[in-house]
């Protein structure tokens, strides 16, 4: 009777909520969902406002568009370099050689225990008193290092998580090492690993506001410059906020279809 109850409340739940960008899970008979209405409250509190008074909430969205851009492009140049970092990362963290497995360790260890925006500061402001480095450099280095970090903790969980029966498997059948990885492993592993190596691609792009600090002409620091001419902080740092919501979200919905086909081709199978 317990177990029937509990099943029945579950089917009457018509709102998942989850901490975090997680992936959105749609059960049956669902309506309405908490990514929905997230979206929907945000995207249209955003109209809203800019239908209600043109002046100043759509003026702001006319500011910003070129930090908008600078925004993306940190967040995609900076998730292309962290997710090959973390990968490698991961495979050294496992790897039984001593002196790779030390410094992948070391790696990982530093970078996670320093705050990412001391890694700006000291690469901008300390390396920048030795070579000659942009702000967009300094931006793209820090969060591909700091975010391969995590990634590689990432890579190694999804690698560990695949039982030695399939590396043995694979090694009877006459696989190296590296086709072992590559063939077996890895595509297994893939269901594990793409959705916190999603969320951190999430938080990654969040991140991108501390590099208003360095110069940096994100759409954090536009928002800055406008309530800085006009004094109408309010306004501009909820649409910031707003437009932030929004960006995240989308990029969560993504990840949550990529998992989705991901979940289907491996039950096709």
Same mark, same amino acid.
């Given at each position: 009777m317990e177990h029937s109850n509990e099943m029945q409340q579950e089917q009457k739940a018509s709102l998942i909520f989850t901490e975090g960008p997680a992936p959105i899970i749609k059960e049956k008979n669902q309506i309405f969902t908490a990514w929905m209405l997230s979206f929907l409250g945000a995207t249209g509190l955003m109209i809203? =406002?800019?239908?209600?008074? +043109?002046? +100043?909430?759509?003026?702001?969205? =006319?500011f910003i568009p070129d930090g908008l851009l600078i925004t993306f492009k940190i967040t995609a140049i900076s998730i292309l370099f962290a997710v090959p970092i973390g990968f490698l990362t991961g495979l050294g963290r496992l790897s039984k050689n001593r002196l790779i497995n030390t410094i992948t360790s070391i790696y990982v260890e530093v970078i996670r225990g320093i705050p990412l925006?001391? #890694?700006?500061?000291? %690469?901008?402001?300390? =390396?920048?008193? %030795?070579? #000659?480095?942009? +702000?967009?450099?300094?931006?793209? /280095? /820090? =969060? /591909?290092?700091?975010?391969?970090?995590?990634?590689?903790?990432?890579?190694?969980?999804?690698?560990? /998580? %695949?039982?030695?029966?399939?590396t043995e498997a694979a090694r009877s059948l006459g696989f190296n090492k590296t086709q072992t990885m590559f063939l077996v492993i890895l595509p297994q592993a893939l269901k594990t690993i793409i959705p916190p190596i999603g969320n951190e691609c999430i938080a990654l792009l969040k991140d991108t506001s501390l590099v208003s600090v360095i110069a940096v002409a994100d759409v954090l620091r536009r928002g800055r410059e406008y309530a800085s001419q006009t004094f109408e902080y309010f306004e501009t740092y909820t649409m910031i906020a707003l437009v932030y919501l929004v960006i995240t979200l989308l990029l969560s919905k993504g990840m949550s279809i990529i998992e989705g086909r991901l979940s289907h081709y491996d039950k096709s199978r």
């Open positions: 809203g =406002l800019c239908l209600y008074k +043109p002046d +100043p909430y759509w003026n702001i969205m =006319l925006l001391m #890694q700006l500061f000291y %690469i901008y402001y300390a =390396l920048g008193s %030795i070579l #000659q480095v942009s +702000p967009t450099v300094a931006a793209i /280095s /820090s =969060l /591909s290092f700091c975010f391969g970090a995590y990634m590689g903790e990432v890579f190694r969980a999804g690698i560990l /998580s %695949i039982s030695k029966g399939q």
